[in-house]
Structures are given as structure tokens and as C-alpha cells.
């Protein structure tokens, strides 16, 4: 969408002048309400998944794991791996062409790829037999509607998704050549180590339960978040509509962890445990000079501290609910 | 600041049971088709049955079937002697000749520039349809069709009317002083149906805030010109008129034309119809709740004004 010269400046002039301005009257840290639907009906068929709308930006994403099938890159990986995949719909952008539409959509997944395989891979959880087979999480966004700050709408549905993944358990089964008067087959991994008191290696799987059942991941609390800072100089803003994405092009975009409140509380100075930062990407055609970017980056990271907490709360609200709902249906 | 809120499921409203088309007859039996005659306006639904065709026009947005006219779009009925038509409630904007539109330049062409005004096509603006600097009687030289985006480039706002319109396609001008390239304040978007046709569509707030509501749906909210500020016949030049510069506003302006904005965005997501009279009523409730700007659009302040704001009208 391109907007006429006076309307950007404008916006620039509002932003800038004494007690800022935006088009909406919101305040320069303040987002547009979240809507965020995680789980039940968004897609069933997924291992998770999540939609989000943030003032009419609106992304699903779903989660689906693949076991490992047979080929070399899988084979010898612990910790698991994660694939993304962005795409954005036509109907999000009428304007562009395929091949614009197509750029747009590698754009986006480069950024974020890179980011949720530093922060959620390896992780033990995703192992499935050590040293052999481990969980390929596939994650697939697509983008609906873009109304501004598309970014961060991607980053939460992702999230959404992840919390609401759950891992099937599976057990680890090992074949054993027939000897007499032995038990043929498969043997159970722990009667093995017991019995034959050597190291066993299992060398495949099986699942324990029905593919709805499983484990949530670990350390839900300390999933990434991102966080994009507009910035137009000297001040930033977050949560751009599409006409301040236009008139404050540059933008730094952070990907922040932090860690669950259990560990953080042990966190001996009384202060509060610092996020670890995954990624950062400077968009757009103006420069950053060295000296603003880490008190940049304090100020995102506190922003992206609030959203997670905030998120958190949110979604274990409705895990409740929807246990709750459950329990009174058996 | 974060509000997180659950989203609502998708598709969870289902409409009236469908019959089979036997038995709808029998259900269509019990209406009583002649007393509607009366009534100055009716709303349907697709498949409802408006009148029988006997002596009867069908005009758009239905179509008969068997003995009956019946409805395809939801809307209002309306009847022009034996012509029955179905002005849909939600439909883009269809320019008529005298229409007061703001529009946005996609393209230049030569020597005409295209313009989005939220219809089915972009409408046209010829260059002889434009005041041209230096006079309101100067002529059109070959330079000018080169220097086009010297008057209006792409994404530029302007006001102009309706010149010409048939069968989708509109011929703008702006061959008066009080139209042309906007500047000095933002837009907002409400579905064209709302927009109501006045006998001026120019609105001065006394927030010191003026308004241009587009018959399209796109309304311009500004600071307020002094009508003696304006330039006279002889004083036209190009740096006023087709200037990208906007004057200087003060902080209190620019938090009116947001506040101004946000009550037009509320008002339009509860499908109230936009007139000055209810834009100044919401503005003075929001103003004696003292509402903050942002809270009027995000928060839930936003539905006590529109109640409060409907409850007066007649």
C-alpha cells in the first residue's frame, strides 16, 4: 500500500512532535489488542497448532511432527530438528504478483527459521532413540491478513502452536536375533538391560498411545518470542499499522527466550534472570549507528519479557478451561 | 502494553433450516405477499421470495423462478412503480454522476491519471479535468502531460466529484477550488453504504477538526482552514495547491483528528450510518466520559458511545 507524501509526513511529524502521536491514539509501546485461539479447532489434524489476529493481521500456524525416514541427514541426530515454512496467501496481498508474493514468503522464513532452530533445537525431548531417530518438527505458517507488523503476528501464532504441541510418547524397541528358547522379536528395551546386563541399543520405536495424547514440550514458558522495533530517529515504536510501516520503514526485529519463572527464581542477585537473544535482523533502507543498538536491544528485551508474560498467562488460562472442560465431559 | 484476548471459532453461525423445495411452497403459502405494498422498506435474504411476477419488473439483485421474484442478494427491497430491485447491504461502492469521492492515485497515464475509489474499478482523471496552475483559464501544453506527476503522483489523496459514470466506469474532476490534493490530516476507510448523501458532504467539527466524508467510504479527517485562509480565483498557484507539505498542527489538533478518526472507526464497526450530527454527539460523549483516544477504538468505551449515540436518534 503506498500512502501520499503529506500523510507520511504526517505521521512522522505526529510521532515526533512533544506527547507522540499515532494515527489510533495508542501510546508508542502499546499493540493493538491480540486475539489468539490456540489448539482445539485451528487444526485438528496438527500436532498444534494456533491462530492469531492482531488488529486485522491475522496468521495461523500448525505444528506436525515427522519421524525420521530413513534418510542420512536423520539418521545420527539427537535433539531433534525444526523445518519452517511461511507463506503468504493471495488474498493477504491482492496487489502483488506471484513472484513478489513467492519473495515476500522466503523473506519472512528466512528470518524466522533461523531464529526457532537456535532456541528450540536440540532439545532431549525431541530424541526419540539415541543416537539414531529424532522428531523433524515441521512448522507451517500462513499468512491471512496483513494489517501491519505481520512479523510479530507470525512469531505469537508460531508460539501458540509449539505450546499447544503435544509429543506422543514412544518407546524404544530393539530386535534380537532368535536363539533358542529365547523370546522372538521384540524385546522390551529396560527387560532387556536388565536381563542381559549389557548396553542395548535400541534401534527403533514405537508409540505408546493414540496419536491425541502426548507430552506438551518441556519448558513451554521459555519458548522464543520476537519482538520488531520501528524505528524512526530518536524515538521507536512498536506494533506498526500498515501506514507507520510506510512512513518508518526501518525496523529491528529481536528474537528473545527467556527462561521458565521455576529456573529464574533461582536466580540468586534477586534480579530477574536475563533472556537470551537468538536473533537480530535490521530492515530496512536507513542505518543504525553502533550506539543506539544495545540500549535498543535492553528496551526490546524488556517489551519482549512483558509479551511472553502476558502470553503465558494467557494460554495456561485456557489450557485450564480446556481441562476443565474435558474433566466434566468424562 | 499487551491485551491478549481469546479469539472467537470461526463459523459458528448457521442460518434458518433450507426446505425442500416441496414443501418451501407450502411454507411460502402462509405469507401474505400484498401487504408489504405498504411498508416503505423491507430487508431480505437470498432465496426469499419478494412478490409474485405478475406485473412486475425484476430489476437487480433478484431473479424469478417459477411464479415468484425472489431476492439473491440480502438488502432492502425497493419499488419504483412496477420495478422491484434489491439494493444490497454490502456491496462496493457504484459511482453516480455529482458523487463526492476521495480517491487515491495508482497510476499515471498518459495524460490521465487512474484512481482507486473503493469501487469495482478504478475511476479516471483526465488531465483537462484538473486545475492547472497559473490561472483557472490556462490551456493544456504538451509539457504537461510530461510534468503529470508534478500535480498528483502515486499514493497522493485528492477530493473530486463525479463527473461522468457508466456501467462501472467514473470520470473524476476537480475544477473547483474546494477540490484537489489533501494534505494536513489522515484517512479513514468505513463501508461506502454507510456514508450518507448530505447536502454538503464538508463537515467542520467545533474541535477545530474538518471533515470530508467520501460518498466511497473514504473519509478525510483534517485541521480545520479558515474559510478566509482559503485561496480566491486569482491567487491560484501550483506550490498551495499541489504542495506535499503539510502546515504546522499543535499536539491538541493532532489528538483531535485521532480522537475524530477512532469514534468514525467505531461508529462504522457497529454499521451505524455517519452524518455530523451523530459524529458531533459521539465526539461530545467521548469527550465528558473522558475516554482516552486509544480506548475508544481498542477498549469496550467503544460500544457505551455507540448505544448512548443510537438511543437519540429518532
Redesign the interface.
Known sequence: MVISKSEQSYIRSSLLAGDSHRADGRGLDRFRTISLQAGGDVAPLANGSARVNIGGSEVIAAVKLEGPSGDDEALGRNGGRISCTITCSQSAYPYKTNSQLDETSSDLTSIISSALSSSITPSPQLTIVPNKKSWLLNVDALVLSDAGNILDALFISIRGALWDLKIPRTRGIQFTSREPGDLEGEADIMKGVLRERKQIDAVDFELEDFWEDGDPLVNRDSLPIAISLNILHPIYFLDACLAEEESAPDRLVLFFSFPSPAKSARYSSGGVAPGTLHGIHLMGPGELPYTRLMPLIAQGEKHARELCVALNSMLRGEDAKINAQTTIRR | ?????????RGREYGPTRHHPSVQKDVDMGLDLDDDLDHSSRITSPGEMISSSSAVLRGHGTYVEGEGVIASVTGVITRVNKLVTVRAVKSRYSPEVGDLVVG?IVEVAQSRWKVDVNGRQDAVLHLASVNLPGGIQRRKLETDELQMRNFF?????LVAEVQAAGGGNASLHTRSLKFG???????ATVPPALVRRLKSQFHSLPCGVDLILGMNGYIWVSKHVKESEQLGEEGFDAEGVYS???DD?D?AT??AI??V??VI?VLARHHVPLTDMILNDAYDWVIEQGI???D???GEAGESMVLSVTAQLP
Open positions: 502494553m499487551f491485551s491478549i484476548v481469546p479469539l472467537a471459532p487515491r503522483e502515486e499514493g497522493d489523496l490534493k489533501l494534505r494536513n490530516g489522515q484517512l506535499n507539505v503539510n498542527i499536539n493532532r489528538a485521532s480522537r478518526s477512532n472507526l482516552s483516544t486509544a475508544i477504538l481498542l
